[in-house]
Nanobody, 126 residues
Framework: QIQLTESGGGLVQAGGSLRVSCTAS????????VGWFRQAPGKEREFVGA????????YYANSVKGRFTIIKDNAKNTMTLQMNSLAPEDTAVYYC???????????????????WGQGTQVTVSS
């Protein structure tokens, strides 16, 4: 069992930056994947990005590419989603999740992830 604890988020004006961190209760396998999703009111959960614990390339949704970055800290079992140039349409509850033994084609599918954080609110004002 893995527990994921999220921190960060909050309220920022458009064009600003925020970060959300996700700390795992224990180290997961190197090939496991940490994914980030978000859900706005009245909308389905949306893939944001994903990265394996053992590094390699991160994958991002087109809507956030070039603005969001996933940062890995193995020593702290923590992944951080750094969000820059935020816009009102980025307002949502952001979730981290861990998927075991995922292949790349699974990264954007929420149902492929076994463990989820509690969610963190990110609000961007115009």
């Amino acid at each position: 069992q893995i527990q994921l604890t999220e921190s960060g988020g909050g309220l920022v004006q458009a064009g600003g930056s925020l970060r959300v961190s996700c700390t795992a209760s224990r180290r997961t396998a190197s090939n496991d994947v940490v994914g980030w999703f978000r859900q706005a009111p009245g909308k389905e959960r949306e893939f944001v990005g994903a990265l394996r614990w053992n590094g390699g390339s991160a994958y991002y949704a087109n809507s956030v590419k070039g603005r969001f970055t996933i940062i890995k800290d193995n020593a702290k079992n923590t992944m951080t989603l750094q969000m820059n140039s935020l816009a009102p349409e980025d307002t949502a509850v952001y979730y981290c999740a861990v998927g075991l033994r995922l292949i790349q084609s699974d990264y954007a599918t929420a149902t492929r992830y076994e463990y989820w954080g509690q969610g963190t609110q990110v609000t961007v004002s115009s």
